[in-house]
T-cell receptor, first 114, second 110 residues
Framework: DSGVTQTPKHLITATGQRVTLRCSPR?????VYWYQQSLDQGLQFLIQ???????AKGNILERFSAQQFPDLHSELNLSSLELGDSALYFC?????????????FGPGTRLTVL | QQPVQSPQAVILREGEDAVINCSSSKALYSVHWYRQKHGEAPVFLMI?????EQKGHDKISASFNEKKQQSSLYLTASQLSYSGTYFCGTDYSSASKIIFGSGTRLSIRP
């Protein structure tokens, strides 16, 4: 158990809908990262937040947005969902901003868009 | 630039050794290695910083060749529990984001 929690574990929805994925980092961690992993694919970095502020952006679609709240939990919002958005979405947390800080991954949310 | 991992897949018998390589076209700052079992979250193995260091963790070790812009992960006397997909993540400065390779799938057979 990494200490990072993600809800829900599974999500099934229809095209065009909007969903929110939630992540609670490890106690004391200030950085939260979101990744997308499609079937048999690698990890695609989406976005990073540090202490409530956006710090780095990866290949995140405009239909996707995220935020980190004062209690440091983070939410990833996916809207106008398409079939291709079906994937595992992982959240990871680390203590600080440095890339040398270990990232601890949550169990993931499996999103299925029908 | 996504790092290139090789091989893409490898099948071993229990007790055999394996080497997984991670190459970059740009000078690396650090390399991160993770293992992911099917349906589970990636689990951190180790981080190597530029400087050509080598690290070890039980029978899993890794090296970082700054000149070749490459890192190698060594699995010695593999165990069934080593099965999974190994990802390397690379970055080019302390502030840049980590980019993961496409993974190497390792299968260990009894």
């Amino acid at each position: 158990d990494s200490g990072v929690t993600q809800t829900p574990k599974h999500l099934i929805t229809a095209t065009g809908q909007r969903v929110t994925l939630r992540c609670s980092p490890r106690s004391g961690d200030l950085s939260v990262y979101w990744y997308q992993q499609s079937l048999d694919q690698g990890l695609q970095f989406l976005i990073q937040y540090y202490n409530g502020e956006e710090r780095a952006k990866g290949n995140i679609l405009e239909r996707f947005s995220a935020q980190q709240f004062p209690d440091l939990h983070s939410e990833l919002n996916l809207s106008s969902l398409e079939l291709g958005d079906s994937a595992l979405y992982f959240c990871a947390s680390s203590t600080g901003l440095q890339n040398t800080d270990t990232q601890y991954f949550g169990p993931g949310t499996r999103l299925t868009v029908l | 630039q996504q790092p290139v991992q090789s091989p893409q897949a490898v099948i071993l018998r229990e007790g055999e050794d394996a080497v997984i390589n991670c190459s970059s076209s740009k000078a690396l700052y650090s390399v991160h290695w993770y293992r992911q079992k099917h349906g589970e979250a990636p689990v951190f193995l180790m981080i190597l910083l530029k400087g050509g260091e080598q690290k070890g963790h039980d029978k899993i070790s890794a090296s970082f060749n700054e000149k070749k812009q490459q890192s190698s992960l060594y699995l010695t006397a593999s165990q069934l529990s080593y099965s999974g997909t190994y990802f390397c993540g690379t970055d080019y400065s302390s502030a840049s984001k980590i980019i993961f390779g496409s993974g190497t799938r390792l299968s260990i057979r009894p």
